[in-house]
């Protein structure tokens, strides 16, 4: 069952599961932050706390990452809050 939930989560994020294997500098920053997100959403929770979760990617991968939130949002219903320095 936790196979399942994991590779349900893995594919609403937009990764595959062979990046599973990878480490973390094997990864590019938008891979990084849909992993930490998948992370995050994989118990289901009521609340999530986004700190600076766009700040060190490029302005095309920072928007796939809001948007991809907020539709994660909409699936789930849990509430977010995002933590910016700008």
């Not at 700190?51 to 302005?59: C, G």
């Amino acid at each position: 069952q936790r196979t399942a939930r994991m590779d349900e989560v893995i594919e609403e994020v937009g990764l595959t599961r062979d990046l599973l294997k990878r480490f973390p500098h094997q990864l590019s920053g938008g891979q990084r932050q849909r992993v930490a997100i998948a992370r995050a959403i994989v118990r289901r929770p009521a609340f999530v706390v986004a700190d600076e979760p766009v700040s060190a990617l490029d302005m095309t991968v920072q928007k796939q990452i809001l948007l991809l939130i907020r539709s994660l949002q909409e699936r789930y219903g849990f509430a977010c809050l995002f933590v910016s320095h700008d």
